[in-house]
């Protein structure tokens, strides 16, 4: 069992950049993948970013293409911890961002076993 706590979500202008993390306890952080995703009104929950459990030659990651290069997903197994540092931010990455566990790294989030509660993020234009 892995439980999921995600913070740092909040209100900000376009232009501005948050970073959210997600703090997990239970199981060997290190042997879990993790993803973010996102859900916003009337739409699907959305893939953001996902990295792989670390490894000898250091953790993958992979992104959705509108994201890659504004968002940046990362990990602190020392303090259990994954992180998505969100910059230039934009009105319609307004929703409610998810972090979620497993032992592979997927875009799909049937894919996860475990999630978070979520954590509100809006972009104000």
Do not use: H
């Not at 439980?3 to 209100?11: D, I, N, P, R």
């Not at 239970?26 to 970013?49: C, H, I, N, Q």
């Not at 994201?67 to 911890?81: L, V, Y």
């Amino acid at each position: 069992q892995v439980q999921l706590v995600e913070s740092g979500g909040g209100l900000v202008q376009a232009g501005g950049s948050l970073r959210l993390s997600c703090a997990a306890f239970g199981r060997t952080f290190s042997d879990y993948a993790m993803g973010w995703f996102r859900l916003a009104p009337g739409k699907e929950r959305e893939f953001v970013a996902a990295i792989t459990a670390s490894a000898a030659s250091g953790p993958n990651t992979i992104y959705t293409d509108s994201m890659e290069g504004r968002f940046t997903i990362s990990r602190d197994n020392a303090k259990n911890t994954v992180y998505l540092q969100m910059n230039s931010l934009k009105p319609e990455d307004t929703a409610v961002y998810y972090c979620a566990a497993d032992r592979f790294y997927s875009r799909n989030p049937k894919s996860y076993l475990y999630w978070g509660q979520g954590t509100q993020v809006t972009v104000s234009s």
